[in-house]
């Protein structure tokens, strides 16, 4: 076995190492990482137990400064080893450097800073009423900790997407046993070293390593002590995952699939609208979940928008994390690439035209043991191809005009996701018009991917259950009750 460091599990304050281990690879050339040890249940029942302990013990009692305090210090924490935590992100996902510095690295220190300082300048509501008897009574809201939180989390974005869920949980008190994707267990083993070094109790952050069926994943949904999941990932897992809920009747946040649409009108500002459409299909790979997979373009416009965009697709650079002037890394495995080949597959045989890419770019290095793919331009297929359809996770958008606004909202909204639009446009009451009649959890108006995160974010459809960001992830993750008072 090749000499490289072994990542294990981070439960109740200590670090275990289990008898089955899981190679972590290299997608940029196949080569191997690290290994990592699989958590088994009984891994899992010692941390669902430590997370239980703690939250009884010491971190509920810890008041708000003390908590927001200890976020901070996490934030602190990454900040001070941002180079290692890139390092951890581009070995796992191949992603360019520059992607990885300003997006994931970025937004994970964001998440601790933000929901500690939410916490602290939340309020909540009261309302004045009266009794049957005439007497006055005053109702307010009050937020607990849960209990034990499991945060499931899927290797897109890896440390963007798990301390999204970690920050606002343990900011409101509860513990946590998270669940890394398999793909991406370097920055989560980063984050559990932080968090030991920031000093939070034995047991209230407890991180185990594995897949899902039959494993980590598996176990922990379905463990009857935890009080709620979160889970962002495939739209098929969330339905597996809500089944497991279902026998404990647990709270379930679910943040899932997509398959988004750009429209982009002929009076938008074009150099704005191509490359906001370059960077919704192409950003990471296409493995965004809010990536733009179809682009609808008003006729009069589209046979430009195609040229220019075909263009720049086939400029974009593709390499090494560190090259130069990367624009694209590879997928994230060889698996995942025979998955987005075999829908460049289907849409030629759907009947699409292949406008850029399709197929596998070949280097003559290591990397042609990588998990590369071209970035992909297809056009002419209707709106009931599977490629139309499905989730396809990769570097690739379709092209289709249109003529009317009501024609696009409704192609649009045919879908059985719901998680996010784009509209490009410079029409002021088209873009109010049109963003209101679409069925997604955002809809981006001459931008993408911008958030704030105090604002409410998730999915319609199969995209997704329930909101997280700002209060409404406050809100998720406390038992909310009410006291009523008569006066
Ligand atoms: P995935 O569903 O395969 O895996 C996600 C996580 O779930 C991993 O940790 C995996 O080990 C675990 N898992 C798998 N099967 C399980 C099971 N039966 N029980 C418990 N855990 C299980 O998803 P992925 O391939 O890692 O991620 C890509 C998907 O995530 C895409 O569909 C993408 O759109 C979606 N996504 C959604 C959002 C959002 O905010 N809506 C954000 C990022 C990614």
């Not at 209990?147 to 949980?169: F, H, M, R, Y």
């Amino acid at each position: 076995m090749a000499d490289v460091p072994l990542l294990r599990c981070f439960v109740d304050g200590q670090w275990l190492e289990t008898p089955h281990r899981f190679s972590n690879i290299n997608p940029v050339n196949g080569q191997l990482v690290s290994m990592v040890c699989e958590a088994d249940a009984a891994t899992v029942q010692h941390a669902v137990a430590a997370a239980n302990r703690a939250s009884q013990d010491t971190w509920k009692h810890l008041n708000l400064n003390e908590r927001a305090a200890l976020l901070h210090r996490i934030a602190d924490g990454i900040e001070q080893r941002f180079d290692e935590f890139v390092q951890a992100e581009v070995s796992d996902t191949g992603r360019p450097v520059h992607q990885a510095r300003s997006l994931d690295v970025a937004r994970g220190i964001a998440n601790f800073r933000t929901f500690a300082d939410l916490i602290k300048t939340g309020s909540s509501e009261m309302f004045e009423g009266i009794a049957p008897d005439g007497a006055k009574i005053i109702n307010y809201i009050t937020r607990k900790p849960l209990g034990t939180v499991g945060i499931i989390s899927p290797w897109n974005l890896p440390l963007l997407l798990l301390t999204w869920k970690v920050a606002p949980a343990l900011a409101m008190g509860n513990c946590v046993v998270a669940k890394p994707s398999e793909e991406t267990p370097s920055s989560a083993t980063l984050l559990a070293e932080v968090i030991q070094a920031a000093g939070l109790p034995h047991g209230v952050f407890n991180l185990v390593h594995g897949f899902g069926p039959n494993s980590a994943g598996e176990y922990l949904s379905s463990h009857p002590d935890i009080a709620a999941i979160t889970f962002t990932g495939e739209s098929r897992t969330g339905t597996t995952i809500m089944k497991a809920a279902a026998e404990g009747v647990k709270e379930v946040s679910f943040e899932l699939g997509g398959k988004n649409a750009a429209v982009v009108f002929a009076d938008a500002d074009f150099e704005a609208a191509i490359a906001g459409v370059m960077r919704s299909s192409f950003t990471n790979s296409g493995q965004v979940c809010l990536c733009s997979e179809r682009v609808y373009i008003e006729r009069p416009l589209f046979k430009r928008f195609l040229e220019e965009l075909k263009r720049r697709c086939e400029a974009l650079v593709v390499s090494y994390p560190d090259a130069p002037n990367v624009d694209m890394g590879p997928l994230i495995s060889l698996q995942h690439r025979d998955k987005v080949l075999s829908y460049y597959q289907l849409a030629r045989e759907e009947g699409a035209t292949i406008v850029a890419g399709g197929g596998v770019p070949r280097f003559g290095d290591e990397r042609d043991q990588g998990a590369y793919v071209q970035p992909t331009i297809l056009a002419g297929l209707p709106d009931s191809a599977r490629c139309m359809r499905e989730e396809i996770f990769g570097p690739v958008c379709h092209l289709s005009p249109f003529d009317t606004e009501e024609e696009v909202i409704a192609r649009v909204n045919d879908s059985a996701y719901g998680l996010a639009a784009c509209v490009w446009t410079t029409h002021l009451s088209r873009a109010h018009r049109v963003a209101s009649q679409f069925e997604t959890g955002i809809v981006w108006v001459n931008t993408w991917f911008t958030r704030d995160l105090r604002t409410p974010f998730g999915g319609t459809k199969l995209s997704g259950l329930g909101r997280e960001g700002g209060r409404y992830s406050l809100d998720f993750y406390s038992e909310i009750s009410t006291v009523c008072i008569k006066l």
